[in-house]
């Protein structure tokens, strides 16, 4: 079955960089979107950026946009999410999703069927 294992969270001062990685196996991707979400304490799960893995074409929230880039190795089937010019506000649980109900940006959890564990993202100030 289809797996999802992130890595590269930690604690980064504000205006620092992080890159975090979306491991995934069990299936052929190339007619997936993969996606990143974040939640914060106490909020909701919210959409980041996401990819379609056939073509590179990226979408992203209007929140990170400018300071995330999105983007994927096909040889490794890894996904990535580099963050420039963190806040204190990126501060999350980060979470790598996947779908592959058509080639659409979803920006909502209940449209993604795969979800990896979550990595810590702690910008300080």
């Known amino acids: 079955q289809v797996q999802l294992v992130e890595s590269g969270g930690g604690l980064v001062q504000a205006g620092g960089s992080l890159r975090l990685s979306c491991a995934a196996s069990g299936d052929t991707f190339s007619t997936y979107i993969m996606g990143w979400f974040r939640q914060a304490p106490g909020t909701e799960r919210e959409f980041v950026a996401a990819?379609?893995?056939?073509?590179?074409?990226?979408y992203y929230a209007d929140s990170v946009k400018g300071r995330f880039t999105i983007s994927r190795d096909n040889a490794k089937n890894t996904v990535y999410l580099q963050m420039n010019s963190l806040k204190p506000e990126d501060t999350a649980v980060y979470y790598c999703?996947?779908?592959?109900?058509?080639?659409?940006?979803?920006?909502?959890?209940?449209?993604?069927?795969?979800w990896g564990q979550g990595t810590q993202v702690t910008v300080s100030s």
């Open positions: 999703a996947a779908h592959n109900s058509g080639p659409y940006f979803y920006t909502t959890t209940t449209s993604y069927q795969y």
């Open positions: 990819i379609r893995w056939s073509s590179g074409r990226t």
